[in-house]
């Protein structure tokens, strides 16, 4: 069984401030994603990562995934109120094939 | 291009009480996840279909869960008979085939068991 270790579990900070997730693995992935979930709805695709060492930005987020496909990062600069919410990995392929497996999710808090 | 639908959103029942929730997912999309989502954790998997057929429901508690996608199209998911722990959010995902796992969600379901 593949497994996804999220950490913090939970990350309360500043507007203005930067923050790191991280996603980590004993098992390698054929490609990772991470989601943003928000009360009451389903998660959010945000980006997927194929590649191990590569590199995607979107705006104030910039997402890595390990040399080994086995970890990957999450990095918000300067947050806002409006990235407060649930982050989620999941890593897809590898072992389990055709599996989505999701790690425990990070819930950050921005105050204004 | 519409998204997964879910219905209901919310449900509350007594325990020993049987519900069940609908999926229609994204037209084209052959792989069908049902999620259980426990507040503020990941979502866990309990059925994963690729067109009507199961690939893995190995964490689907079968003496009281069961589910179907008959036309591998739209989905059911039944619970009967509820416990006070199957109070979470029921999540349904699709994506296009079962080799990208690039999922979409719907809204989910919140069942409550009184």
């Known amino acids: 069984t593949q497994l996804l270790e999220q950490s913090p579990q939970f990350l309360s900070i500043q507007e203005g401030e930067n923050l790191t997730v991280y996603c980590n693995s004993s098992?390698?992935?054929?490609?990772l994603q991470w989601y943003r979930q928000e009360p009451g709805e389903g998660p959010v695709l945000l980006v997927t990562?194929?590649?191990?060492?590569e590199v995607k930005k979107l705006k104030r987020l910039t997402f890595q995934f390990g040399d080994a496909r086995k970890d990957s990062s999450l990095h918000i600069t300067a947050a806002q109120p409006g990235d407060t919410g649930l982050y989620l990995c999941?890593?897809?392929?590898?072992?389990?094939?055709?599996?989505?497996?999701f790690g425990q999710g990070t819930i950050l808090t921005v105050h204004p | 291009e519409a998204g997964v639908a879910q219905s209901p959103r919310y449900k509350i029942i007594e325990k020993r009480q049987s519900v069940a929730f609908w999926c229609n997912p994204i037209?084209?999309?052959?792989?069908l996840y049902w999620y259980q989502q426990i507040l503020g954790q990941g979502p866990k998997l309990l059925i994963q279909f690729q067109n009507n057929g199961v690939v893995d429901d190995s964490q689907l508690p079968k003496d009281r869960f069961s589910a179907e996608r008959l036309k591998g199209v739209d989905s059911t998911l039944k619970i009967q008979p509820a416990k006070l722990e199957d109070s979470a959010v029921y999540l349904c995902?699709?994506?296009?085939?079962?080799?990208?796992?690039?999922?979409?969600f719907g809204q989910g379901t919140r069942l409550t068991v009184v």
């Open positions: 995902a699709s994506s296009w085939a079962q080799e990208n796992t690039e999922a979409f």
């Open positions: 037209s084209g999309h052959a792989t």
């Open positions: 098992s390698v992935f054929s490609s």
């Open positions: 990562v194929v590649t191990g060492g």
């Open positions: 999941a890593g897809g392929g590898g072992t389990s094939y055709g599996k989505l497996t």
